[in-house]
């Protein structure tokens, strides 16, 4: 009952429980594979950026630091987190640098070609056909933009107290192949800690 009501609120935070309780475990246990997808994003002023499902908005905010007169869009769909990103992200809203979208990456309309980079953490186990929405990404970054996926490998997931019925866990060697199988090149794994168990996924849109 609670690894259900627990996984669901990870697909999707809702309610008191999403901005109250989600967005502290985010915050916490998300940390260190977010602070590595904005090392890898490496944004750059002038830099146009989408985060892919942003949860708390932290990692916006931080992007939003580095961009200068550029933009970080965000998508998320949930109203929870939605609320919680908003408010923490509220100065560079207000001048422009953030773009903060309620929505569903896969059903959104953004320009082809229009991001330096695309990123996501902890979201790919939810997305319901990874490869196309890989194959969306690739679409809408601009020649020689870059993709970083940032998630818990499969076989440590699967040790977690997880619905696997809402969580369908990915192995880096299954998202490595996704990449290359829709048109990425220079695909990357980078571990992310020591223990084998989490890691980004980088690859490149040819020029
Ligand atoms: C487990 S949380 C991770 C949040 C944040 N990225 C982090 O690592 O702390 C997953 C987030 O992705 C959002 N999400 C999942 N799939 C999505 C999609 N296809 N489009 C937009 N948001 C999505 C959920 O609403 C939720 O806020």
């Not at 869009?73 to 509220?90: C, L, Q, T, W």
């Not at 990456?105 to 070609?113: E, N």
């Not at 192995?171 to 990449?179: D, G, I, Q, Y």
Request: contains cysteine; aromatic residues 8%.
């Amino acid at each position: 009952m609670w690894k259900r009501f627990f996984s669901k609120q990870a697909r999707r935070p809702s309610g008191l429980f999403g901005r109250f309780v989600a967005s502290r475990i985010f915050d916490k246990g998300n940390d260190s594979l977010n602070t590595s997808m904005v090392a890898l994003v490496a944004a750059r002023n002038g830099d146009a950026i989408l985060e892919i499902g942003f949860g708390c908005g932290t990692v916006i905010r931080e992007m939003g630091d580095l961009v200068g007169d550029g933009v970080v869009e965000g998508i998320d769909f949930s109203d929870a987190m939605m609320h919680v990103a908003k408010k923490r992200n509220r100065h560079h809203i207000r001048k422009g640098r953030v773009r903060l979208t309620h929505g569903d990456f896969d059903t959104a309309v953004y320009p082809d070609g229009a991001f330096n980079a695309v990123c996501s953490a902890n979201t790919i186990y939810f997305w319901s056909d990874p490869s196309q929405t890989c194959a969306r990404i690739h679409e809408v970054l601009k020649p020689g933009g870059k993709v970083v996926l940032a998630f818990v490998d499969k076989g440590k997931m699967e040790t977690m107290p997880l619905d696997m019925e809402v969580f369908r866990p990915v192995s880096c060697a299954a998202a490595l192949e996704m990449l290359e199988s829709v048109g990425f090149s220079s695909v990357q794994a980078h571990a992310v800690g020591d223990g084998g168990a989490m890691f980004c996924v980088t690859g490149l849109k040819e020029r």
